[in-house]
Every structure is written in structure tokens, then in C-alpha cells.
């Protein structure tokens, strides 16, 4: 079970929330018109090993996203933030 | 189907601590929400009203019957005996979500035993005192969980889940007659 620090809430488990994405993902420009790079944009992601951040959103909680900054390998956690006022 | 319970319904936990889940008026619910200036502007309208908007979101603000819950930097529910009139202000959503809750009153040396056998959260005197609430689930379903006594809690839940959710935290106790 992993416990996720929520900055609205406070320390809570992960059955509070749902995961949303990678956080690092950057949406092309709305003008881009390679193909390619949207296919990468929607489907493309990478599995790291290590230190990593992540959408997550407290849907039973005070519904704000967070960005959580977790280790994929130990499931150590590094910090968390709302993500209205973080730039990841 | 959930087996309906016949409120109230009395019982004792597996430590042996009695509890009562009652069913209560929840009386008006309202939410406001906004955007950038929220905390000024939904102070304002609160200072109206003889309320303060709370500057956390685990401390209840009371005033008599009247309960105010920060649920997000930007949202506070207003829990009152009768309906408020909430000044219209451009860049505040007022909105009337009485019919969307329930309250049920969990009471007795046992709440707190009782609530900790359904939730993952701290429910000692010292993690949760009289004052605090928090958002969270119940058998997957959200819930906001006040503590208004040293052995009374108030949840709000969802109307479509008062039966079933009543009959599930019914199902913890053994129930006497």
C-alpha cells in the first residue's frame, strides 16, 4: 500500500486516489503537424526506473491533482504538490 | 440488494464499545467555489453571515448550528439549519447541494473504533480532536467525516449511498436490539 502525501489533506492512502499520468509529459504545439509527434504525445511513454513524477488525483478527497514525485523501484516518495502551482 | 436498517441502529464493536448510527437532519448545504481570489471573496460573503472562511482544510469553522468546511483551497460547504442567503458575487458559484447528502450521526464510546474499522485515517484524540474533519471513503464511496464530540462523528454521505453505506458500517457492529 502506498501512502500518498496530499498538501490539501494530508497523509493518505493510495486507494484515495486515482493515477493520472506522467507528469514530464510536455503537449506538443497546437500547430504541429507531424503525425509522429502526436503518436508519440498520446501513446509513446516511457517506464522509468527510479525517480519519476506523476499526475495523481485525490477523487475521494479534496479532488485536487497533485504531482508526486515517487521512486518506481522503492516507492520512496519525494514530495508533493498541487499542480495548478507547480511547472514540472 | 442492501438490507435496509432501521434507524437508529445500536450496537457494540468486537472491543465491546456500544455505538449508535443515526440518521439526522442535515438541514441546507451549500458550496461555494471560485477561482484566483477566492479566499477575499468567499471570506466577504461568509463575514456576511457572521462565518469565517477557514484557512485549512481539516479545522471546521461553527457557529451554533452552522458548520463551514474548507473541502478545497477553492470550495467551502456551508452546513446550516435553514437556508442562507449568500450575496451574488461575479466570480463566486453558489451552489444548493442539500439534496445530494445525507448525515448520518455515528455516537457512543465506540465511534471512534467503529469509524477506524472503515477508514485509514488517525481517529485518536490527539490526530483527529472535536473540529476536525476530513474527505475520504467509505467502502470506495466519499465521504466528509466531522467530528463534533469526543464520541460523535456527523458524515456526510452521498443520498444515492445512505442505504447501502448505512447497512455496511451496520455490518461492523453487533447489533443489538
Known amino acids: 500500500m502506498l501512502r500518498i502525501y496530499c498538501p490539501v ?3 493518505r492512502d493510495e486507494t484515495e486516489f486515482t493515477y493520472g499520468e506522467d507528469a514530464t509529459v510536455r503537449r506538443p504545439d497546437i500547430s504541429e503537424t507531424d503525425p509522429k509527434v502526436w ?31 515517487r521512486d518506481t523501484l522503492t516507492h520512496e516518495m519525494f514530495g508533493s504538490f498541487l499542480a495548478r502551482e507547480v511547472t514540472v | 440488494m442492501a438490507k435496509k436498517h432501521q434507524s437508529p441502529v445500536r450496537g ?98 465506540g465511534a471512534a473504533s467503529l469509524l477506524s474499522r472503515m477508514v485509514a485515517l488517525d481517529l485518536s484524540e490527539a490526530g483527529f ?17 466531522d467530528r463534533v464530540g469526543m464520541e460523535e462523528f456527523d458524515l456526510c454521505i452521498p443520498t444515492t449511498f445512505a442505504v447501502s453505506l448505512t447497512g455496511f458500517i451496520a455490518e461492523h457492529l453487533n447489533q443489538v436490539a
Open chain 2, 129 to 145: 480532536p472535536i473540529g476536525t474533519f476530513a474527505q475520504t471513503a467509505i467502502h470506495h464511496v466519499s465521504v466528509l467525516i
Open chain 2, 12 to 109: 457494540t464493536t468486537s472491543d465491546g464499545l456500544p455505538v449508535t448510527i443515526r440518521e439526522v437532519e442535515l438541514g441546507t448545504l451549500t458550496q461555494l467555489a471560485g477561482w484566483e481570489d477566492f479566499d477575499i471573496l468567499a471570506d466577504g460573503i461568509l463575514r456576511k453571515q457572521a462565518l469565517s472562511l477557514p484557512s485549512d482544510c481539516r479545522s471546521s469553522f461553527r457557529r451554533g448550528l452552522t458548520s463551514v468546511w474548507r473541502i478545497a483551497p477553492d470550495r467551502v460547504l456551508v452546513r446550516s439549519d435553514t437556508a442562507m442567503n449568500f450575496e451574488a458575487v461575479d466570480e463566486i458559484v453558489t451552489l444548493d447541494l442539500s439534496h445530494s447528502r445525507v448525515c448520518l450521526r455515528l455516537n457512543g464510546r
Open chain 1, 39 to 69: 503518436h508519440e504525445y498520446v501513446f509513446i511513454r516511457e517506464n522509468p526506473r527510479g525517480r519519476h513524477k506523476e499526475y495523481w488525483h485525490h477523487v475521494a478527497g479534496c479532488r485536487q491533482w497533485i504531482v508526486v514525485e
Open chain 1, 9 to 11: 489533506c494530508g497523509l
